[in-house]
């Protein structure tokens, strides 16, 4: 079958003449099957694929132009983003949970709860030292992630000297921290 002969196929497929379509799917299948059959790996999911590839072709058919190119790499594009689209909705099974990863407990042993405890007090304490506006642009910025601009302008200061606030505010801090 030439190439004249699938563009003029899926001519009469746009025009929705279905006996065209039986013959495109007849012609072509077999190829457009092994596209699905070699990105999937799996003759099930491949034969979806194709099923979903000609429905495609029956939608798409008016837009195709036979002066812009040859119909069967039109065709083999379309089975080729289905099997793709196909193979990425797969979702990750487990075969069973004796192969499942170990998850890691995520909650801290006692030991460490308390070190984290005793530095959010050190860093509660030295944050008191900070003066008001200063303690709140770095816990807005380091802690709610606002940016350096918003800050500027919800303080009403320049851009430089928000800049100049924060970092001077974190040399106290870490002084703080080390005593």
């Known amino acids: 079958m030439g190439s004249e002969d699938i563009a ?8 929705g003449d279905r006996k065209a379509f039986a013959s495109l799917y007849r012609d072509t299948s ?3 099957f092994s ?4 990105i999937l790996k799996d003759r099930v999911e491949a ?12 939608q798409r058919a008016s837009v195709f132009a036979v002066d812009t190119g040859a119909p069967s790499p039109w065709l083999a594009t379309i089975a080729r ?10 979702k990750p099974v487990a075969d069973e949970l004796d192969t499942a990863y170990d998850l890691a407990d995520g909650d801290l042993d006692p030991e460490a ?6 530095e959010g ?31 500027a302008d919800q303080f009403g200061v320049p851009l430089n000297t928000m800049r ?13 921290m080390e005593r």
């Open 8 to 15: 003029g196929m899926i001519g009469r497929v746009a025009l």
């Open 30 to 32: 077999p190829k457009l």
């Open 35 to 38: 596209i699905c059959l070699r």
């Open 47 to 58: 034969e979806e694929a194709l099923q979903e590839v000609y429905i495609k072709i029956w």
């Open 81 to 90: 983003n289905q099997a793709i689209d196909a193979l990425r909705s797969r």
């Open 113 to 118: 709860q308390t070190v984290l405890r005793d």
């Open 121 to 151: 007090r050190r860093i509660d304490t030295c944050m008191e030292e900070l003066e008001a506006e200063r303690a709140t642009a770095v816990r807005q910025a380091y802690v709610e992630g606002l940016s350096y601009q918003e800050l």
């Open 164 to 176: 100049t606030w924060l970092r001077r505010s974190l040399l106290k801090l870490r002084e703080c």
